[in-house]
């Protein structure tokens, strides 16, 4: 046995220890076993972790957004709490603010006066609502399509006269020159056919009859007409009534009052007065306008040239003798002249005769075929004086078509001054 120099017996003298110790062969089957163990348990924990998330992430995120962006929820109209809160601060600023008489507030006084102009107002205008109507233009000649009458519009009229054996309607249009058959709708919901009696091409005015025959015993009995003023006495800051479609919509309501009664609407040998209102109107609107009696004071038709937005309307007193010859058939003479009135003032001031002065003159009539020029002042027609518009026409109304007539006029010379010249005109019917 070797010795170290330590002293220990050295391991060379014990051959066996030297021997190499052989790796143990590798089990696979369980190193397969542990693989899918800890597969299994991946899968496990997994599935576990995933839906934590999915519980809990979501209302986390939400309750990140709503605190970072203060979301609120649109509500389309207020809830009925809050319009009882509303209605609740309005009462509450009207009584505050209305002052105490003789110790007593007056807001219960205040409620009953609104109250009583909504009822006089409706009041007012009940009959003549009645009396308001619809009228259908239709063609003579079927649609190609649906085998229908061919529409040429509608417009809304009122009954003016109601006398033993029919209705009268007058309706203002442009609309409806090409119209063959009409139709007239009551605001009983009663259809019938109507007559057409006259139309006036200068105004845009017609007037139908429709029959007794042609309507229910009822309809007779409970459409009645709208009274027409008799006399032009409406001044300004009078209460008015708009009834009819003044706004644009069907059966419209509107009150307000008189702000001007000084325009006209000029139309060849005609100068009607024009009623403005502070009333918001419609350019497609159209109705009556009412005094607080229920009487019709206008018909309300807008101008082309009218820039504004308010209700205007055609006195009706100025229109009585026109609507009565027209529900009569009667002609409608025709010269052709658009003037104005000189009056006492301007004649004086001015130094210029009294009569009609003439703006202008319309292509291819009767006056300009006879030599009438613009600034001819008329003073007579037919022999008879005339000192204002209103008697040019009524006189010219009283003549028959396809007479000749002597127009009178001054006409001013080189030399500055007026001289009479006498024209002969042929009347006719526009």
Same mark, same amino acid.
């Given at each position: ?268 040998? $005609? !100068?009607?007065?024009?009623?403005? *209102?502070?009333? #918001?109107? =419609? ?5 009556? %306008?009412?005094?607080? +009696? ?67 003159? $319309? !292509?291819?009539?009767?006056?300009? *075929?006879?030599? #009438?020029? =613009? ?5 007579? %027609?037919?022999?008879? +004086? ?45």
């Amino acid at each position: 046995m070797t010795k170290r120099n330590d002293g220990k017996t050295s391991s060379e003298n014990y051959p066996f220890i030297k021997e190499t110790i052989k790796e143990r062969p590798t089990d696979r089957k369980l190193l397969i076993r542990k693989f899918l163990t800890a597969a299994a348990c991946g899968v496990i924990f997994g599935g576990c972790a995933a839906g934590t998330i999915t519980v809990f992430l979501p209302g986390t995120i939400r309750s990140l957004w709503d605190s970072s962006e203060q979301h609120t929820d649109v509500t389309l109209a207020p809830s009925v709490t809050a319009m009882a809160d509303e209605d609740h601060t309005k009462e509450k600023s009207v009584t505050e603010t209305v002052p105490e008489v003789n110790g007593t507030t007056t807001e219960n006084s205040l409620d009953e006066s609104t109250e009583t102009w909504s009822d006089q107002v409706r009041e007012a205008a009940k009959v003549p609502r009645k009396a308001l109507v619809r009228i259908a233009a239709l063609g003579t000649d079927s649609g190609l399509l649906d085998d229908s009458f061919l529409k040429y519009g509608e417009e809304e009229g009122f009954v003016f006269l109601k006398n033993a054996d029919a209705f009268y309607i007058m309706t203002y249009s442009d609309k409806m020159n090409e119209a063959g058959t009409f139709q007239v709708t009551f605001s009983n919901g009663d259809m019938a056919d109507a007559q057409l009696c006259k139309k006036d091409i200068r105004t845009g005015f017609y007037v139908f009859r429709v029959p007794f025959t042609e309507v229910k015993s009822s309809t007779q009995n409970d459409i009645p007409e709208a009274a027409l003023v008799a006399e032009d006495d409406t001044e300004q800051m009078d209460p008015v009534i708009a009834v009819g479609s003044p706004t644009g919509d069907y059966d419209s309501l509107v009150s307000g009052t008189i702000t001007s009664t000084t325009g006209s609407m000029k139309i060849a040998d $005609e !100068e009607y007065g024009m009623l403005t *209102t502070d009333m #918001v109107g =419609s350019d497609e609107g159209g109705g009556l %306008l009412l005094n607080m +009696e229920g009487e019709v004071i206008g018909i309300i038709c807008n101008q082309e040239s009218d820039n504004s937005s308010v209700i205007r309307a055609v006195e009706v007193a100025q229109l009585r003798p026109l609507l009565e010859g027209m529900a009569n058939g009667a002609d409608i003479c025709y010269i052709g002249i658009q003037g104005a009135t000189i009056s006492k003032y301007q004649s004086e001031n001015l130094n210029i005769p009294r009569g009609v002065y003439v703006d202008s003159v $319309e !292509e291819e009539s009767p006056a300009m *075929t006879a030599g #009438v020029q =613009s600034a001819d002042i008329v003073h007579a %027609l037919n022999g008879e +004086e005339i000192t204002s518009m209103n008697e040019y026409s009524a006189v010219l109304q009283n003549q028959i078509v396809g007479s000749r007539v002597k127009l009178e006029v001054y006409r001013k010379n080189p030399y500055g001054t007026y001289v009479n010249v006498e024209l002969n005109i042929v009347i006719k019917e526009k």
